[in-house]
């Protein structure tokens, strides 16, 4: 992604939607703000683009639901608080979606689940299934049992992670300002807004600063840091102002609006370099030649039929070598089984793992999405 010309093509979108916006100062959820959201995602599905959103709002909607005024400093009580603000949030969503005929799903993630490897691999796995049945995942932090990221409020980066997760081509992050400006607007109105940068443009890092609203935690901060998080799949920021009329198709059309971070890196180059860069190799499979010749030539997912040898041990989400006859690395990837249960579904049909190993994660042994050419 280059230009706002290309945001049209984008087919999988991430939407995080803030506090400030979703809670309209602090008065309880706005309903009809979250309306308009809402029957702008179902237009983007009509059009085929695979919607996931990323909503805060829990601790702002359960504050309004106990009665209480300021932000509690506690952090039991801040989970409190967004435990009762979540049963709001999912009504909510749940019974705005179906107005359009579309359903949701609440995921709570911490941002551990998607750091640790067979937890990243099931979340990506559910959100994934999720999308291809048409359903919009709904998602949030699961705060009961957070710490850190309650006290900073952080779902924008939980926003990027998901990006990350499900590789999506756009991360789309509403909030209360028209988007980026080279100062915060709140305190300086005449500063003028970024229309579009570069993701490792040297002087973003001085143009933002904390929220002053009370109700959003990060400010401009974690949203440039979220931005730069999403760039690591190649995958573009938008940040922009969720009051903004039909906002989210106008911005899928090119329009000129918010603040455009474009990612340094296609998403095949980000998911190389991540997986050469962050990930120790922890075994390999040896492949047969028709298994080489379909991963090379046709781009296509390691099956266990395919497989002669497992060497190592590992477990699911580790990364593991594809090796050829001759022991010469072809590719490597994600595993979606440990060496344990590889060794028992090698050379085997996929429809066998079942019988085999008494459940079945996933037909392929690697996924073509988690797996590059060496
Ligand atoms: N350079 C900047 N451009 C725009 N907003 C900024 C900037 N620096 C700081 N901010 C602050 O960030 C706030 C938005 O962040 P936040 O309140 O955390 O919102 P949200 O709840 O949407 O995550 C703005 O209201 C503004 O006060
Ligand atoms: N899980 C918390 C997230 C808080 C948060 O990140 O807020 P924001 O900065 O407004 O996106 C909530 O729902 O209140």
Known sequence: MQS??????????????????LTAGGKGLDQAAIGQWVQQIAELRQRGIQVVLVSSGSVAEGMSRLGWKTRPHRLNELQAAASVGQMGLVQTYESLFKRHGLQTAQILLTHDDLSNRERYLNSRSTILTLLQLGVIPVINENDTVTTEEIRFGDNDTLGALVANAVEADLLIILTDQAGLFERNPSIDSTAPLVQQAGINDPRLSAMVGDSLSGLGRGGMITKLRAARLAARS???????SGRETGVLPRILGGDNLGTLLIPDVSPLIARKRWMAGQLKLKGSFVVDEGAERVLQEAGKSLLPIGVTAVEGEFRRGDLVACLNQAGREIARGLTNYSAEESRLIMRQPSTRIEEILGYVDEAELIHRDNLVLS
């Open 4 to 21: 706002r010309s290309e945001l049209p093509g984008s087919r999988r979108v991430i939407v995080k939607i803030g506090s400030t916006l």
């Open 234 to 240: 190649g995958t573009a920021t938008v940040i922009a």
